[in-house]
């Protein structure tokens, strides 16, 4: 046992010293174990171009608290780590490194760019993972895995060709997101809408009879020049005559025909819609039923193309004022209306996207959402908070075909390759020679690559080695819980499920729990251009991770977003502290004491009863909190007991017996709750404050091991119900003897010559004789006086009423009377005030008729309150003026 714990608790020694006594004592490594239960996740991989943020830390504590939980309750416990290539991101970081060489990607070749991505993520690929261990993430980083590895990457061609020999992968042109700036397609999912100021433009179509015209109104006049029908509602009476009729584009002189088409929202704009199959997702489903031609007249750079005509070489935007101009001058222009308007952007480079036609390639994923839906429907996977799963099958019912393939150098190039001599397409695991339709030699390989989110949609079982039948699969798989943010429930979480189910043929993970965002103190979600982001990083140096982490866990209450400032985690902080200070005042107490918390025997007095019920308690709830993913009631919970009912109760009334006061069978029984508490309470906070409880653990001697192979603390579930009745009373007494020795402006630390206590029953006064000296050390009184209820009220004192009795502190003395007096009158008016306010509220009739229910209610509270606040004035001034 050591007692010389440092006077002040200072996080960063601790912190740096304990994480690597961690990872040299292979704690967190986990290899099959058939004589143990397998508890698993693997981790959401960020990105390799990433740096921890507030999202991760959240992520990452609630993760490692489930873990060093598990690993306690005898679990072997498995945290896979990894991160994920993130083809865009990656991309673009080394674009812009070379650009500042004066070189291009295409300067260099795709082989040469691709071994510099690798230098580039070889140099600084692994600075997450180190900003990982700084918060204490307990992975068995052995195990640590990249999107891109060997075994994942030839997991990603067996599900590519697996799906694609199965109909399930194909090939075909389709309206795309195209960003213009990465060169590359999106997903529906990697498009962000901003909603903005637009315009609308109404144009006028003639008819070719000259008889007429059709004006329709388009936020996108550029692609006017790409037209190829006028769309009307099969039931818009106003414009059921223009069926069949024939009208010219204007600019280009093109005629085509009025078609109608369900597609068409008649209260949009005139009711006609014009129809560009090559350039709006909806139009080019139009233009499939209706067989249209799709004439594209914008390129994948965003300019203006051959099919353009005089447009050609213009920047869409200038083309759209050009286009306008002249609409305008050859009087084709009716109207321009204000518009709020939903435009697309890259989520990466935030450029504006770009429906484009394209060939790509694509995962037909209906008859894999549905799988996913009915594991989900039998119960195989839960939602936690089970609001998720609505939306969850929202998104998994109206789902679209998964564009798969992007324009990139950076990925896992599409396993696909293109016969020049017969147009076949090989599609192999290996790297084929010849095509295997004709055998031609003449075969070149996709140039594009899988979007990131296809190898991530296999991450929890090609981490554990698919497509081999490895021991780690059989063994770990399904994996026990998902710990993920809310906004990648569509783009990964889903497509995990689906792929789990086609490629295991069982769910990915039996849990999921959903957690809300981390936003700044106001609400608003964090992000550097409007500066109120919070580090961290820059938390963790400045008060350490066990602080960050408990704030987090605290503040974790399903379905609600967390509102994160520093005084909040400064409140965290000085709990710590106060942990500390705890633990210093037990050792100096517990100096000769060794190895584990002996068994409590001896003497109890109600003050040990009480705690050790209460650490009884806590114990059930914490694990019952955890278990069901309750991560704020958890850390809430300990908080409480620590800090509300150890420290500031416990500690205090024990200390006689400590010193010795109350004889040795009482010291001596003392000291063995007391460290009882503490080797209860150190693993209880263990998963959510790692580095100061194992620092206080070896402090008091508990035993050589870390803290996470020492056992879960189990409640006994026995409750000493008289315990906690007859406690709860005494601290009424004493808080009630506090406020009056306030409301008499005493110092805290001046003496009382004596509080008198009237009680009504005799089982109460034998409690608080038997407490008397508690009660008086507690409430700095010398003597505890009891009296007969017949006795009345003492004169000139200051009193409070309890169920149980009267409690009186003498004022004569301590006090000036009259002046006490006459503050009382000053309080009376204030009161008076207070009470005049409500019931003028509650006297109004559009008050009770508009207001909400429970704010009339606690307007009436606040009134019930005032007047017995005003008849305990009004009694105290009676005492006191009495002689």
């Known amino acids: 046992m050591r007692e010389n714990l440092s006077k002040n608790y200072d996080p960063k020694p601790i912190e740096d010293k304990w994480y690597q006594l961690w990872l040299d004592k292979g704690l967190f490594d986990s290899d099959v174990d058939e004589t143990k239960e397998p508890f698993c996740i693997v981790i959401p991989p960020p990105n390799v171009t ?5 999202g991760h830390a959240l992520d990452e504590t609630l993760q490692d608290v489930l873990c060093r939980y598990k690993r306690m309750k005898g679990f072997n416990v498995l945290w896979l ?35 510099r991505v690798w230098q580039w993520k070889e140099q600084y690929g692994s600075r997450i993972i180190s900003q990982q261990k700084k918060i204490g993430a307990s992975c068995d980083w052995r195990r640590e895995r990249f999107t891109m590895d060997e075994g994942l990457s030839q997991a990603v061609k067996s599900v590519f060709v697996r799906l694609y020999r199965e109909d399930l992968i194909y090939r075909g042109k389709y309206i795309i997101n195209w960003c213009p700036r990465c060169h590359t397609a999106l997903s529906d999912l990697e498009v962000e809408h901003e909603e903005g100021a637009g315009k609308l433009y109404h144009v006028a179509y003639p008819f070719v009879d000259g008889e007429g015209r059709i004006v329709v109104a388009t936020t996108r006049p550029e692609t006017i020049l790409g037209d190829v029908a006028i769309a009307i509602h099969p039931r818009d009476e106003r414009n059921a005559a223009y069926k069949g009729r024939i009208v010219r584009v204007p600019l280009v002189d093109r005629d085509i025909p009025v078609i109608e088409d369900n597609m068409v929202d008649p209260a949009f704009g005139t009711g006609c819609v014009k129809i560009t199959p090559a350039h709006d997702p909806n139009d080019f489903l139009v233009g499939q039923r209706h067989h249209l031609e799709a004439i594209q007249v914008i390129d994948d750079k965003g300019i203006m193309n051959d099919q353009a005509g005089t447009f050609r070489g213009l920047d869409r935007f200038e083309a759209r004022r050009a286009v306008v101009e002249k609409l305008e001058a050859q009087g084709f222009l009716v109207k321009v209306e204000d518009h709020l308007n939903s435009v697309g952007h890259c989520y990466r480079c935030h450029c504006v996207v770009e429906p484009y036609l394209s060939e790509q390639w694509f ?9 996913g839906v ?20 929202q998104w998994m019912e109206n789902i679209r075909d998964w564009c798969i393939s992007r324009q990139l150098w950076w990925g896992h190039r599409i396993p696909a390759w293109y016969c020049a001599d017969c147009g076949h397409v090989t599609v192999s695991e290996g790297e084929p020679t010849v095509c295997e339709a004709c055998g031609s030699s003449s075969i070149t390989q996709d140039n594009d690559v899988l979007d990131t989110w296809f190898s991530s949609a296999l991450w929890p079982f090609s981490t554990l080695g698919w497509p081999e039948k490895t021991k780690d699969l059989a063994y770990y798989y399904p994996t026990s819980v998902l710990v993920t943010g809310f906004d990648i429930i569509f783009f990964w979480v889903s497509r995990m499920i689906m792929m789990g189910l086609k490629c295991m043929d069982d769910v990915p993970f039996h849990d999921v729990y959903i957690h809300a965002l981390v936003r700044d103190e106001k609400g608003q979600k964090m992000s550097k251009s409007k500066g109120n ?32 400032n520093a005084k909040r985690i400064e409140t965290y902080r000085f709990f710590l502290n106060k942990l500390w200070n705890a633990s210093r005042f037990a050792l100096m107490n517990l100096a000769d004491m060794e190895g584990k918390a002996a068994p409590v025997e001896g003497p109890l007095r109600l003050h040990d009863r009480w705690i050790l019920t209460r650490l009884d308690a806590v114990t059930e709830a914490v694990s019952r909190h955890l278990d069901g993913y309750f991560f704020s009631e958890a850390a809430r919970s300990l908080y409480d007991f620590v800090w509300g009912e150890l420290c500031d109760w416990y500690l205090e009334l024990v200390k006689p017996a400590l010193r010795g006061d109350e004889g040795p069978a009482r010291q001596a029984s003392s000291r063995l709750v007391l460290r009882r508490i503490f080797h209860v309470v150190l693993r209880l906070l263990h998963p959510i404050v790692p580095f100061v409880t194992d620092e206080l653990w070896q402090g008091f001697g508990f035993g050589a091991k870390a803290l996470d192979l020492e056992p879960w603390p189990e409640s006994a579930g026995s409750v000493d119900e008289g315990a906690l009745s007859d406690m709860a009373l005494l601290q009424e007494a004493l808080r009630s003897v506090r406020n009056l020795r306030a409301e008499a402006g005493l110092p805290p630390t001046q003496t009382v010559p004596r509080v008198l206590i009237s009680l009504h029953e005799e089982s109460r006064r034998r409690l608080f004789q038997e407490n008397a000296d508690l009660l008086a050390l507690l409430a700095r009184v010398e003597t505890v006086v009891f009296r007969c209820p017949e006795a009345g009220r003492p004169a000139r004192s200051l009193s409070a009423v309890l169920p149980f009795g009267e409690i009186y502190l003498e004022a004569e003395g301590l006090l000036d009377v009259e002046s006490e007096i006459a503050r009382l009158g000053q309080e009376i008016e204030k009161v008076h005030k207070d009470m005049d306010r409500s019931r003028g509220k509650l006297e109004n009739e559009k008050f009770l008729a508009r207001a909400p229910q429970e704010v009339v209610d606690e307007e009436r509270s606040r009134l019930a309150e005032a007047e017995k606040l005003l008849r305990r004035y009004r009694e105290n001034i009676e005492s006191l003026s009495r002689s």
């Open 81 to 115: 780590p990894g991160t994920d290539h993130a083809g865009i991101a990656t991309q673009n970081v080394v674009e812009r490194q070379i650009a500042t060489e004066g070189l291009t990607r295409h300067d260099l070749g795709r082989e040469a760019f691709v071994e």
């Open 374 to 393: 009915e594991a989900v429907r039998e119960g195989r996977i839960s939602w936690i908070p089970d609001q998720w799963v609505n939306t969850y099958y």
């Open 50 to 54: 990433g740096s921890l943020h507030m």
């Open 533 to 564: 982001v919070i580090d961290p990083l820059d938390i963790i140096d400045e008060s350490g991770a066990d602080s960050l982490r408990l704030t987090l866990t605290a503040l974790t209450v399903q379905g609600r977003d967390i509102f994160l």
């Open 363 to 371: 995962v037909r994923a209906k008859p894999l959402a549905d799988a």
